[in-house]
């Protein structure tokens, strides 16, 4: 990253941070991170819904969609965490296994690296506990 480039992300974080304390004063020292909680995973058939073969029939189903987009997610660093938390989750709502989700990160490591490979694995395992803790 460069120096104007971090200026100005810099820039909209506090922007951000403005905005937030406009709309609603508590709000100003949030974890952004905490943000991921409010969206529900999905069940099946809505996830069928957006992501499978509503609008291509012949197409990929949702399950297939979704481990395509956390191979995505690995290869670009898995810098988006809570995308790729939430996209977890969302796979396991769709019929991944925790197998495929760590079959998936293992093979993008030869694309994105084992840095990014170990980032989203970590991030995998971070779920995979969560999940635990709900199914008890």
């Known amino acids: 990253m460069n120096d104007e480039f971090a200026k100005m992300f810099q820039?909209?974080?506090?922007?951000?941070?403005?905005?937030a304390k406009a709309f609603a004063p508590a709000l100003e020292g949030v974890d952004v991170k905490g943000f991921e909680k409010l969206f529900p995973t999905m069940p099946p058939e809505m996830l069928e819904m957006w992501f499978g073969k509503t609008f291509n029939p012949?197409?990929?189903?949702?399950?297939t969609r979704l481990l395509v987009t956390i191979a995505a997610l690995t290869v670009l660093g898995a810098q988006a965490e809570a995308?790729?938390?939430?996209?977890?989750?969302?796979?396991?709502?769709a019929g991944?296994?925790?197998?495929?989700?760590?079959?998936v990160i293992w093979q993008m490591s030869m694309f994105g690296g084992l840095p990014a490979m170990q980032k989203?694995?970590?991030?995998?395992?971070?779920?995979?506990?969560?999940?635990?803790?709900?199914?008890?």
Request: aromatic share 2%.
């Open 11 to 19: 820039a909209m974080m506090a922007q951000g941070q403005e905005m």
């Open 96 to 103: 991944a296994t925790r197998r495929h989700i760590a079959e």
């Open 120 to 136: 989203a694995l970590e991030i995998a395992q971070s779920v995979f506990a969560e999940t635990e803790e709900k199914d008890a």
């Open 83 to 93: 995308q790729m938390r939430l996209t977890i989750r969302q796979a396991m709502a």
């Open 58 to 63: 012949e197409g990929l189903d949702a399950r």
